[in-house]
């Protein structure tokens, strides 16, 4: 059974910075984009970046600039750099891996963003 693991979520300061890591664990085949979306408490889940096999990008216009996206594709692992980040950051962290077949989530991580 296929599990995304994600790890690197945490407190941090405005301007501050951290990383976001998402693995794939059991066997997942024709991975065609992974990504993150995030949440916060009454909203939507909106996708905050995503990246194909070929590693091309695209960034929701709130983090341009601020993260990058990148795949390790012998692993299975997606990260997500977040820099110079704002408040308006805090949310649930969401990875996700579409393929041929299906999609999977991960079950979040907490990235709280306040001095």
């Known amino acids: 059974q296929v599990q995304l693991v994600e790890s690197g979520g945490g407190l941090v300061q405005p301007g501050g910075s951290l990383r976001l890591s998402c693995a794939a664990s059991g066997s997942i085949f024709r991975i065609s984009v992974m990504g993150w979306y995030r949440q916060t408490p009454g909203k939507e889940r909106e996708l905050v970046a995503h990246?194909?096999?070929?590693?091309?990008?695209n960034y929701a216009d709130f983090v341009k600039g601020r993260f990058t996206i990148s795949r390790d594709n012998a692993k299975n692992t997606v990260y997500l750099q977040m820099d110079s980040l704002k408040p308006e950051d805090t949310a649930v962290y969401y990875c996700?891996?579409?393929?041929?077949?299906?999609?999977?989530w991960g079950q979040g991580t907490q990235v709280t963003v306040s001095s």
């Open positions: 990246i194909t096999t070929g590693g091309d990008t």
């Open positions: 996700y891996f579409r393929t041929t077949i299906r999609s999977y």
